[in-house]
T-cell receptor
Framework: RKEVEQDPGPFNVPEGATVAFNCTYS??????FFWYRQDCRKEPKLLMS???SGNEDGRFTAQLNRASQYISLLIRDSKLSDSATYLC????????????FGKGTKLSVIP | GAVVSQHPSWVICKSGTSVKIECRSL??????MFWYRQFPKQSLMLMAT?????????EQGVEKDKFLINHASLTLSTLTVTSAHPEDSSFYIC?????????FGPGTRLTVL
């Protein structure tokens, strides 16, 4: 079974804090990796893709370790608006568009 | 970015009735769309892959005769939940791929009484 595992949280952090989420995946054939954000009762929205070299988008930094099959997301200077569930997502490999989702990590940023 | 719409956004129906959910790609053509289901506090689970002009591919454990998928055009896929029961109550989300990214519809919340 191809799975993506995440710490469900919740992570309750004060505004301005730095928070890190981790994720492991079991499908060694996966080629594409993403972090999605899902607000309560809404659809997932792409936050960022994750590249082997690591990539940054403003306050968000994503890292990928293919050898360990491990993905991380770092959020710096947390804002109230960052409160959401963060989903770790991989593809099914072999050029497939199918995605496998983790259960998500819930973040609550507290004033 | 690409836009995917779903209709209806929520529906309440009686047990035993059928419910049709539409998924449309508004500004691009999608030969492949995906249907997911999400129960409370659970991850999105892929139900089926909808292919334009051909039969859908269902994931293991998903009854193809209960969840009918039709992808008659490059911008529309429909999911019909036949003879719905309370255990089918869930959040149904479709997605379509464009430029190597999957875009999700806003979801349909189905409640079966």
């Amino acid at each position: 079974r191809k799975e993506v595992e995440q710490d469900p949280g919740p992570f309750n952090v004060p505004e301005g804090a730095t928070v890190a989420f981790n994720c492991t995946y079991s499908n060694s054939a996966s080629q594409s990796f993403f972090w999605y954000r899902q607000d309560c009762r809404k659809e997932p929205k792409l936050l960022m893709s994750v590249y082997s070299s690591g990539n940054e988008d403003g306050r968000f930094t994503a890292q990928l370790n293919r050898a360990s099959q491990y993905i991380s997301l770092l959020i710096r200077d947390s804002k109230l608006s960052d409160s959401a569930t963060y989903l770790c997502v991989t593809d099914s490999g072999a050029g497939s568009y199918q995605l496998t989702f983790g259960k998500g990590t819930k973040l609550s940023v507290i004033p | 970015g690409a836009v995917v719409s779903q209709h209806p956004s929520w529906v309440i129906c009686k047990s035993g009735t059928s419910v049709k959910i539409e998924c449309r790609s508004l500004d691009f053509q999608a030969t492949t769309m995906f249907w997911y289901r999400q129960f409370p506090k659970q991850s999105l689970m892929l139900m089926a892959t909808s292919n334009e002009g051909s039969k859908a591919t269902y994931e293991q454990g998903v009854e193809k005769d209960k969840f009918l998928i039709n992808h008659a055009s490059l911008t529309l896929s429909t999911l019909t939940v036949t003879s719905a029961h309370p255990e089918d109550s869930s959040f149904y989300i479709c997605s379509a791929s464009w430029a190597y990214t999957q875009y999700f519809g806003p979801g349909t919340r189905l409640t079966v009484l």
